[in-house]
């Protein structure tokens, strides 16, 4: 994206204003984009209705900036009323017994419907969910499954508030589950810094390979307990030179806050019941409590 024309004295005609970088989930874009005093901030934002590209982000003066683009050309023709598909997916994991599910705020924003499935040792269930908190600048939101048929679980982890810079962690999650498929599927690493991009509190970096999809999944650590939210990853065309595996986490301190805001405030996690475990062993346990989620 570059400058045409502006008033403002900063930026110049034919200046680069952003980079868009088209990810492998049709829709989603990961975008560099550099603010009024030139510096850069990356997130990632939703192409709806092949037409219009909403952008929310913080800048360098932590003001948040909403920015809407239309695309004019070529044509976009406006599909059938009664076509219905999902849009875009992610990935969440239960944190109440009684169905509440942590995920990233992209997943689910301005979403008209939610559908949940989850899988276990008797097969995929699909449920209909429904938003009951979002924080968009963390990124960060909790959904309820809103369905009858949902009993209850007993969750087997905690949400923990720190992890070390080189801790082993590993995420499940569904990425990319339109071509390769809706199995879950996990992949591990380290901690590698306590800070995302430009030094930013709020994440940690991971080499944990993540995919589109894993986006909202749950990162834990070795015990089985979660440190975090998998949320994105650093591409070589935002940065500008070759990149390979530099992807950030929402810290669980931030998904924590926002699970004090919700009315009964009455969620408590458990003491986790996988510490000494062999990762087989963990995964085979806490697939059961992450799902796939599915947005119109």
């Known amino acids: 994206m570059v400058v045409l024309e502006t008033s403002n ?3 110049e005609q034919g200046e680069i204003k952003a980079y868009i970088d088209k990810s492998a989930l049709n829709g989603i874009y990961s975008i560099k984009w550099y603010d009024d005093k ?3 901030v990356e997130f990632f934002c939703r192409l709806e209705n092949n037409a219009v590209l909403g952008i929310e982000f913080r800048d360098s003066e932590n ?3 909403e920015l809407t683009f239309i695309k004019i050309y070529p044509i976009t023709t406006r599909p059938n009323s009664t076509y219905s598909s999902i849009q875009r997916s992610g990935s969440g994991f239960f944190i109440s017994n009684d169905g ?5 705020a992209h997943v689910v924003k301005n979403a008209n419907k939610i559908e949940v499935s ?7 269930i699909k449920y209909q969910a429904k938003l009951i908190l979002i924080d968009n600048i963390n990124d960060l ?3 309820r499954i809103d369905d009858k048929s949902f009993g209850s679980l007993t969750i087997p982890f905690e949400l923990i508030d720190k992890a070390e810079i080189g801790e082993k962690v590993f995420t ?4 990319l589950n339109d071509l390769m498929g809706i199995n879950y599927k996990v992949t591990d690493g380290i901690v590698s810094a306590n800070s995302g991009v430009e030094d930013d509190i709020r994440y940690y970096q991971i080499n944990v390979p993540l995919q589109p999809g894993n986006s909202g999944g749950p990162l834990f650590n070795s015990q089985g307990n979660i440190i975090g939210i998998t949320s994105a ?3 070589s065309e935002a940065a500008g030179l070759t990149v390979e595996n530099v992807n950030y986490a929402v810290k669980a301190t931030y998904l924590l806050s926002l699970m004090n805001m919700l009315p009964d405030k009455a969620v408590t996690l458990p003491d986790c019941k996988l510490i000494g475990k062999e990762l087989k062993d963990q995964v085979k346990v806490l697939k059961n409590y992450v799902c796939l989620i599915s947005v119109q």
């Open 141 to 143: 939101a909790i959904i």
């Open 100 to 104: 509440l599910i942590g995920t990233n």
């Open 172 to 175: 499940i999650g569904f990425p």
């Open 118 to 124: 989850v899988t276990n040792e008797i097969g995929t």
């Open 233 to 235: 990853k650093l591409s």
């Open 9 to 11: 004295t900063i930026w």
């Open 63 to 65: 003001k948040i900036n």
């Open 38 to 40: 030139k510096v850069s």
